[in-house]
C-alpha cells in the first residue's frame, strides 16, 4: 500500500527518518509487521517523529494505542502496558473488551489489573511468561479487525515487564499486520533496562532510526518560521553553534528572541570564533542585568571562578546534556522571578530597601539592578538579617539545585554584589564577611 507524507507541522531535515516510518507503517497495514526504535538524546526530535507516525497510521486506518514513559515510572510494573491498552479493555460502549479477554488473552488481564480466576498455578517465571503470552494474544486478536500501531514514547523509562513485552511481541511479529515504534536514549548496558533495550535493538525485525542535529539550511528556516523574518547566515550559524543543532533548543532560544527584543537569558559559549567569549560576557554585564549562563570546555575551578567574576549566573562545562542545560537555564530563571511576597522591606533606617514582589532593589535611594544569583543571595541573607550564612547553604538556596561543591563561587557572586550596592565594597557595610562562617547582612530590618 503506497504512501505519500504530506505536511502538517514541518519536520525539518526528517525526509529520511520519515521515509523509514511511511514503509515500515505501509508494511504492517500489508500484513508485514515490524518495529522502529528513534534513539537520539533529549530534544532531538523524537517525540516529534512518533508524533508524525500517528498522524500517518490513523490516515491509513490503523488502530493506535499509545504510551509514554516516565523518569519515576520505571517501579511501577506493567505501567506502560496499562497505558497501552487500558482504553480498549475499559471499553464498555461494545463487547470489543470481553471478546478479547477471552481464550488466551485472558491471561493478559493482571497486567491490566483485572482479574484473571483461570490464571497460571505455576511459579513466578510460569506467571510472567502466561501474562506475556497473553498480552501477545491480545494484541493479535486486535490486529484481526484493522491493523494496530503501538508507540511507546521514552522507552529507557520503562517498567520492565513491560520492556519484556516489548521484547517478546518483536519476536513473533512476522506475518503480524502490527507495527511497535518506540523512542529511546542512547542505550548504556549498566542503566536499569539497558540489557534489554540493547537486546531489543539487535532484534532482525527492528529498525533503529537515529536522527542527528539540523543542518544550517534547516536551522535557518526554523528561525524564519518562529521569527517571521529571514536569519541572516551570521545569524543563524551562531545560532546553530550555540545549539548544536538541537530543535529543542533551537526552537526555545528562537521563541525567547521572537517574544522580546531583550532576552529573558544569554547562553554564552566563550570559544566563540572572532571575539573572546570573556569580553562578551564584559560587555554584557555592562550594559545589562540580563542572566548569563557560560558554556566552556574549561573546567578547573579557577576558570568558574573567572567566569563567575564576569558576572555569569551559572558555568556549564562541555560535554554537557541538553537536559541539564535546560535544567540549570529553568533554574537560573526562577531565581530571577518576581516573588510573592509582602511589600517593601527596609534596612538600616532606609539605606537598603527590598520589593520583593517587584524583584527590586534600592540603595541610598537609588535604584539598583542586579543579575538573579546576585539577587538571591541578597535576599537570602535579609531573611534573617545577622543570621550568619555558610557558602555550602548560601549556594545551594540560591542555586534551586545541588551544586558541584564549587563553595568558592560564592565569593565571586558577593564580591559582583559589593561593587553595585557597598560605599566602599573593600570595607562592607550591608554583605559583611564573618571569617570561618560565611556571610551575613550587617544591617536590622526596621520598624
Not at 488473552?105 to 510460569?126: F, H, I, V
Not at 545560532?239 to 521572537?258: I, K
Not at 535576599?379 to 550564612?389: D, E, H, Q, S
Amino acid at each position: 500500500m503506497a504512501m505519500r507524507a504530506r505536511a502538517s507541522g514541518r519536520l525539518l531535515d526528517r525526509d529520511a527518518e520519515t521515509g523509514a516510518i511511511i514503509a515500515a507503517i505501509s508494511a504492517a497495514a500489508a500484513g508485514s509487521g515490524s518495529a522502529l526504535i528513534v534513539e537520539g538524546v533529549a530534544g532531538i526530535g523524537k517525540t516529534a517523529l512518533l508524533s508524525r507516525a500517528r498522524e500517518l497510521a490513523t490516515r491509513e486506518g490503523m488502530t493506535v494505542l499509545s504510551a509514554r514513559s516516565g523518569e519515576f515510572e520505571g517501579s511501577y510494573p506493567w505501567g506502560v502496558v496499562r497505558q497501552l491498552f487500558d482504553r480498549i479493555v475499559r471499553d464498555d460502549s461494545a463487547d470489543g473488551p470481553r471478546r478479547l479477554l477471552r481464550d488466551a488473552g485472558r491471561l493478559a488481564a493482571p497486567a491490566l489489573g483485572l482479574s484473571n480466576p483461570g490464571g497460571s498455578s505455576g511459579g513466578q517465571r510460569d506467571e510472567e511468561f502466561a501474562i506475556l503470552h497473553g498480552l501477545y494474544w491480545l494484541t493479535a486478536d486486535m490486529a484481526r479487525t484493522t491493523p494496530v500501531l503501538l508507540m511507546v514514547d521514552d522507552l529507557h523509562w520503562a517498567d520492565r515487564p513491560s520492556l519484556s513485552f516489548a521484547a517478546h511481541l518483536i519476536r513473533r511479529l512476522d506475518g503480524l499486520p502490527v507495527l511497535l515504534i518506540g523512542s529511546a536514549r542512547p542505550v548504556r548496558a549498566a542503566e536499569d533496562g539497558g540489557q534489554l533495550l540493547g537486546s531489543i535493538h539487535a532484534e532482525p525485525t527492528v529498525t533503529v532510526i537515529r536522527p542527528g542535529p539540523l543542518g544550517e539550511q534547516a536551522c535557518a528556516r526554523l528561525l524564519g518560521d518562529v521569527l517571521a523574518a529571514a536569519p541572516d547566515a551570521e545569524f543563524t550559524e551562531a545560532c546553530h553553534e550555540m545549539t548544536g543543532g538541537n530543535p529543542f533548543l533551537l526552537r526555545a532560544l528562537a521563541d525567547s528572541l521572537a517574544a522580546d527584543g531583550a532576552p529573558d537569558l544569554v547562553v554564552l559559549d566563550l570559544g566563540l570564533p572572532d571575539v573572546p567569549g570573556e569580553t562578551v560576557a564584559r560587555e554584557l554585564r555592562t550594559a545589562s542585568a540580563v542572566p548569563i549562563l557560560m558554556l566552556t570546555a574549561r573546567s578547573t575551578e579557577e576558570d568558574r571562578i573567572r567566569g563567575l567574576e564576569l558576572g555569569a549566573d551559572d558555568y556549564v562545562t562541555k560535554p554537557f546534556s541538553p537536559r541539564e542545560l535546560v535544567l540549570r537555564v529553568q533554574a537560573i530563571l526562577r531565581r530571577g522571578a518576581p516573588a510573592g511576597g509582602q511589600g517593601t522591606a527596609s534596612y538600616g533606617g532606609g539605606t537598603l530597601d527590598i520589593d520583593e514582589p517587584q524583584r527590586r532593589i534600592t540603595v541610598r535611594g537609588e535604584n539598583v539592578d542586579l543579575t538573579p544569583t546576585e539577587w538571591g543571595i541578597l535576599l537570602t541573607l535579609a531573611t534573617v538579617p545577622g543570621r550568619v550564612y555558610s557558602r555550602f547553604e548560601l549556594i545551594n538556596r540560591v542555586r534551586g539545585y545541588e551544586f558541584e561543591g564549587y563553595e568558592r563561587t560564592v565569593d565571586s557572586h558577593v564580591k559582583n554584589l559589593r561593587r553595585k550596592i557597598e560605599e566602599e565594597p573593600a570595607n562592607p557595610a550591608i554583605v559583611q564577611t564573618v571569617l570561618g562562617g560565611g556571610y551575613r547582612l550587617g544591617l536590622a530590618r526596621d520598624g
